[in-house]
């Protein structure tokens, strides 16, 4: 189990199971070479200390001093090699057991063998091996410790160095060796399951809050998070925007004072949890408490939501239960209005009509023919559909509807005169309603606006970080006295007019997030401006 397992010093199989991060296999290595230097200061001593001969038997001083000696340089060089990363993480920590076995095993040979129990030290080294390298390299660390224990009993019954050997004992001592390999590898097995199952829990939890974090400050409602003091714990974008605030705020009372009181009463009486605050700027914020209990600390949430936008979904529910009430009253009016229609059509091909009778006959199939018309608008303001915004890049879609509008509505090209900024422009909206939009305001820019006296102008441009459309004609303008009731339904200053197209226009740019508005310029020409989402900057409704 290492950090890297592509280098190895002999034909053993490293671990291919989990791994542990690098960072964690360097600092397990260092432990052990730690240890190491420990037992080698601690060889060193006892060779040289008067308590060490009541606890260890030296037989051999000078293989033992030799051993010792060798052990600390060993251990040196690999700390060396370590903090400076000469070499690789398998390789070193190979390179440590090995040195180990052969090592511990002389020292053994040199203080009586087997009997003298530095045998058991082969144990850690063993243990030390399945957690550093893993996989089968720790059954091979055992074999080859085992092998030493057998060889060097062997090569002191064949050379006498002391008597009598143990055999017996060697051999459990090499079982033993592969119990400890065996249990070494499952808890290293279990081990890196943990630390993967952790690893996978901890990508898991930091995506969750990416995107949690993305969400919130994406929403269009402002959110503040408070604690008991009112301190405030985090606030998005929305709210800030919301608030007139350039700043994040450090207290609810650095928000609003009044605020900070409607907190506490809302504490209280927990039945009143929104208040709506007067901004500098005049406009009016609705917000609203939520309790937001936690495990160790309770929390509360407010959310500030712009009045006007609350006031306008109020405003899209009531006009939508309207439609669907015009729309019915449209349906039973079409009926006798097409037999007026129709007996207004058969009166007029009477060959016997009087002159003042056939004109009273067009006047019906005129009116007919408004009335019918106002019905057809109605009827497609009942069914308006939702929104389905999409990303559209103004300067191509724009090029592309004035050649279809200039095709559709048999007029020639110098009608319109085109403009588009240099820097592009991308808007958040639905196609047919942009469509829609375009059409009232160039059919009405067609009809009223004198393109005889020159090109109608599109433009495209820039407008407070928004993307913008304007449509500006060569007509008189309209009155002032009219300007507040432009957009209303059924108000226009035509004979031959519904009222519902500008009406129309406003609902569907409202209902996408635009805002469709109406000035004068030279205090002389019409402009009709739509003001668009900016598709690199939409957020989240809630």
């Known amino acids: 189990m290492s950090a890297n397992t592509t280098e190895i010093i002999f034909p053993c199989p490293i671990s291919k199971g989990y791994g542990i991060p690098a960072r964690q296999a360097w600092l397990l290595l260092s432990v052990f070479l730690c240890y190491r230097l420990t037992l080698a200061c601690l060889f060193i001593f006892l060779f040289y200390s008067r308590w060490g001969s009541s606890l260890i038997s030296v037989d051999n001083s000078r293989l033992y001093s030799y051993s010792a000696y060798s052990y600390l340089i ?55 091996g399945g957690l550093l390298v893993g996989g089968r390299c720790t059954i091979f660390f055992a074999a080859l410790a085992s092998l030493a224990v057998i060889a060097e009993q062997i090569f002191a019954d064949y050379t006498g160095s002391f008597q009598p050997t143990h055999y017996p004992y060697a051999g459990m001592l090499g079982a033993s060796f592969f119990t ?21 829990q901890k990508h898991t939890i930091i995506k969750l809050e990416e995107i949690n974090q993305y ?43 009044h605020l900070s009181r409607a907190f506490k009463s809302w504490l209280a009486n927990p039945e009143q949890d929104f208040v709506l605050l007067q901004l500098s700027n005049h406009s009016e914020i609705r917000s609203r408490f939520i309790p937001l209990p936690t495990v160790h600390e309770f929390y509360y949430m407010i959310i500030f939501e712009d009045i006007a936008l609350y006031n306008q979904r109020l405003q899209q529910s009531k006009l939508a239960s309207l439609g669907r009430l015009t729309a019915s009253i449209a349906h039973e009016i079409r009926n006798p209005l097409g037999a007026i229609s129709h007996a207004g059509q058969l009166l007029s091909e009477n060959p016997h009509l009087s002159i003042q009778d056939l004109r009273l006959t067009k006047i019906i199939l005129t009116h007919s023919g408004r009335v ?69 305001l160039c ?21 407070q970080q928004a993307p913008c459309i304007e449509v500006i004609d060569n007509g008189t303008g309209i009155n002032h006295q009219y300007i507040n009731h432009l957009f209303e339904p059924f108000f226009t200053t035509s004979s031959s007019g519904t009222g519902l197209g500008l009406y129309i226009s406003r609902e569907l740019a ?21 003001c668009l989402q900016d598709a690199n900057h939409t957020l989240i409704e809630i």
């Open 74 to 128: 060993l251990s040196l060089i690999s700390a060396i090699c370590i903090i400076w990363r000469l070499t690789s993480y398998t390789l070193q920590a190979q390179l440590l057991i090995y040195s180990d076995i052969l090592i511990l095993t002389l020292l053994m040979h040199a203080c009586g063998g087997v009997n003298s129990g530095m045998g058991t030290l082969l144990g850690v080294s063993i243990a030390s």
């Open 180 to 200: 400890i390999a065996l249990l070494s590898y499952i808890l290293a097995k279990r081990s890196e399951q943990t630390l993967l199952l952790a690893d996978q």
């Open 215 to 257: 969400i919130i400050q994406h929403l269009q409602s402002g959110i503040v998070i408070i604690n008991k003091k009112q301190q405030v714990q985090m606030a998005n974008e929305a709210s800030l925007r919301l608030l007139n605030l350039s700043v994040f705020p450090i207290n609810l009372d650095t928000i609003s004072e």
């Open 372 to 440: 019918n018309h106002i019905i057809e608008d109605i009827l497609q303001l009942s069914r308006r559909s939702d929104s389905r915004r999409e990303k559209i890049y103004l300067k191509p879609w724009l090029t592309q509807y004035m050649s279809n509008f200039i095709l559709e509505q048999d007029v020639t090209a110098e009608t319109f005169n085109l403009l588009q900024t240099g820097e592009p422009l991308c808007a958040s909206i639905d196609p047919g309603h942009l469509k829609q939009i375009m059409d009232n």
């Open 443 to 463: 059919q009405n820019a067609l009809r009223y606006g004198k393109p005889e006296d020159g090109p109608i102008i599109l433009r495209a441009l820039l407008c």
């Open 510 to 530: 409202e209902l996408n997030q635009a805002k469709l508005s109406y000035q004068l310029i030279d205090e002389k020409r019409s402009c009709f401006r739509l």
